[in-house]
């Protein structure tokens, strides 16, 4: 699937919600895989940035503000920091 794919599932009320933490942590994964960094970096970052744990959700408002810094990690081509932690030189 698809980042849009894994998104409209989490964004869909009607899907089991421990499903839509599923698809976020897919949504992590596709972010991931585009900017060379490892999938736990990204989750890092979520919750760094806001405060939600991917790995633990508590309810969608937190799914939806996850998927916001998702988003914006996406649209960046080249993480400034990416090297860091990937454990690599950039």
Do not use: W, Y
Not at 17 to 22: D, E, I, Q, V
């Amino acid at each position: 699937m698809s980042f849009s794919s894994h998104r409209r599932k989490l964004l869909d009320e009607t899907v089991p919600f421990l499903h839509r933490a599923s698809h976020a942590r897919s949504c992590a994964l596709h972010v991931a895989n585009k900017l060379g960094l490892a999938r736990e970096a990204v989750i890092e970052r979520v919750a760094q940035q806001s405060g939600v744990s991917l790995h633990q959700p508590e309810n969608a408002a937190q799914l939806r503000a996850a998927l916001a810094v998702l988003e914006s990690m996406r649209r960046t081509k080249e993480s400034p920091d990416a090297g860091q932690h990937a454990g690599q030189d950039q």
